[in-house]
């Protein structure tokens, strides 16, 4: 079992531009989330859906979107890139109806420039 | 949002040394995890808690669920180099959807 997949590992985008960020899970997991992680700031949520079908806004949801594209795959959308989005982020994914421990990937590092 | 009060920010220590950290928060939780991240990689379990007073270890690790349900805390012994990295916990209340609470991370370096 590969766990949870993340692609790209590694992106530089300029302002404006957009991309997508993939991850995908073998775990037969419910849910799955997507978090950005900066200095000091520790894990922030940025969307998750709870289960296939469902998707609904965390902590820090603006310029963000996001398609649960089905049980195994969750992607993370910015439209219109800002240095603000400079971050690195992570999915991960947990069984709703088992012990709350969420499952990480191992990261897409994202510049904008 | 909120975030759980995680101490120290960081440390160092040396190798053989044990390590105390815990995690504090104004609200009632009734799950407790405890991750540790790797330069470069995503955040991997170490233990988990889930009763008021539960302590369990894993290893050199030992963490313990505060009777509180307010605090959780993090201890390892006799540390090694590759005890370097960063320790986050996190938090699950009742009726958040399963959305973790994470802290701010504590980084540990260990020196020889």
């Known amino acids: 079992n590969a766990g949870v997949t993340q692609t790209p590992k590694f992106q530089v985008l300029k302002t404006g531009q957009s991309m997508t960020l993939q991850c995908a899970q073998d775990m037969n997991h419910n849910s799955m989330y997507w978090y950005r992680q900066d200095p000091g700031m520790g894990l922030r949520l940025i969307y998750y859906s709870a289960s296939e079908g469902t998707t609904d806004k965390g902590e820090v949801p603006n310029g963000y979107n996001v398609s649960r594209l089905n049980k195994r795959e969750f992607s993370l959308r910015l439209e219109s890139a800002a240095p603000s989005q400079t971050s690195v982020y992570f999915c991960a994914s947990s069984d709703i109806f088992g012990t709350a421990v969420q499952f990480f990937g191992p990261g897409t590092r994202l510049t904008v420039l | 949002g909120q975030q759980l009060n995680q101490s120290p920010q960081s440390m160092f220590i040396q190798e053989g040394e044990d390590v105390s950290m815990n995690c504090t928060s104004s609200?009632?939780?009734?799950?407790w995890l405890w991750y540790k991240q790797d330069p470069g990689e995503g955040p991997v379990l170490l233990i988990a808690?889930?009763?008021?007073?539960e302590l369990t270890s894993n290893g050199r690790l030992t963490a313990q669920f505060g009777i509180t349900r307010k605090d959780s805390f993090l201890n390892i012994s006799a540390s090694i180099p590759s005890d370097v990295g960063i320790y986050f916990c996190a938090g699950l209340r009742t009726g958040t959807a399963s959305k973790l609470t994470f802290g701010t991370g504590t980084r540990l370096q260990v020196t020889l």
């Open positions: 609200s009632i939780f009734n799950t």
């Open positions: 808690l889930y009763k008021a007073g």
